[in-house]
């Protein structure tokens, strides 16, 4: 589908004051506005022409405009906020038959479940339900073909650490394992209104045609947990209490967590787990 000619449409300053729609520090809300950064996210999520995407917390529609004026085969956007809702209705209008609006908390639903294959989500995530709702979707990651994200700068160099760094931890590990991560550009405070206080960044994940090396995401988080709650102490005794020899799979016992690769912390889950079941 080629990228349509956009309809005439209000700014978003106009829908916002139509509306009433007053940034809430409660639903983690910071409105992009910039159409040309709406843009700028749409196409770092590639050819979006056969795709259904998923967005969550479109706020007063950026993005969604943005994908819509892409070319995307359809946009579910899920919002809690009932203002919003009410707004976004007018650009389903625009759009017949290519913009769903699901009105929901993006934590409590099955996002696969929302629209057939190919998936994409594409979204500018609220700031305090980001993490979890990653470690969500990375639990059936296969179900999606690529995630384009924005997040807080410092939760993005999380995700994309390397082994050595003091931002590389249980998160990245969890996230490398099963997806490619890369960073895409940098979003400064004042893009948003109101401008948050920290800087944001966004990132593009595509999942694996398999995990990086064998593991279970129940072993892989005991090991992580109990290297990263205590990374400034030694394996030997941060994973003491799991009872793991590590000299048996080549790792050394003065290591600290940070200088694991991933590889490596799937090593430490399959044994756990071979232990954990008497083997």
């Known amino acids: 589908m080629p990228a349509d000619a956009p309809p005439e449409l209000p700014p978003l300053r ?8 007053a940034a809430k520090r409660s639903l983690g809300q910071h409105f992009l506005l910039d159409l040309n950064l709406c843009a700028r996210i749409a196409r770092a999520a590639g050819d979006l022409s056969a795709v259904n995407v998923i967005e969550i917390g479109p706020g007063p529609g950026g993005l969604t405009r943005a994908l819509l004026a892409a070319g995307v085969r359809s946009v579910t956007a899920i919002e809690r906020d009932v203002r919003c809702v ?3 209705a007018e650009l389903a209008a625009a759009y017949p038959g290519r913009l769903a609006i699901v009105e929901a908390d993006a934590l409590t639903i099955d996002t696969a479940a929302l ?3 190919p998936r994409r989500i594409v ?4 700031y305090n339900i980001a993490t979890p709702l990653l470690l969500g979707w990375l639990a059936r990651i296969d179900a999606f073909e690529r995630l384009t994200l924005m997040f807080q700068k410092e939760v993005a160099e999380r995700l994309t650490a390397r082994p050595g760094s003091k931002k590389y931890g249980r998160l990245s590990v969890i996230t490398q394992w099963l997806a490619e991560v890369a960073i895409e550009f940098n979003v400064a405070a004042r893009a948003f209104t109101p401008p948050p206080k920290v800087a944001s960044t966004v990132v593009s994940l595509i999942p694996r045609p398999r995990p990086l090396a064998p593991a279970t995401w129940r072993a892989l988080e005991a090991v992580t947990a109990a290297a990263f709650g205590q990374r400034r102490k030694m394996l030997r005794s941060s994973l003491k209490r799991l009872g793991l020899e590590l000299p048996a799979l080549a790792i050394e016992p003065t290591a600290r967590a940070e200088n694991l690769s991933v590889e490596e912390f799937c090593a430490l889950a399959r044994a756990y787990e071979e232990k954990a079941a008497g083997r």
């Open 14 to 21: 106009d829908i916002i004051r139509r509306f009433e729609i």
């Open 86 to 88: 009410a707004a976004l």
């Open 115 to 117: 629209v057939p294959p």
């Open 123 to 126: 979204a500018n995530l609220p």
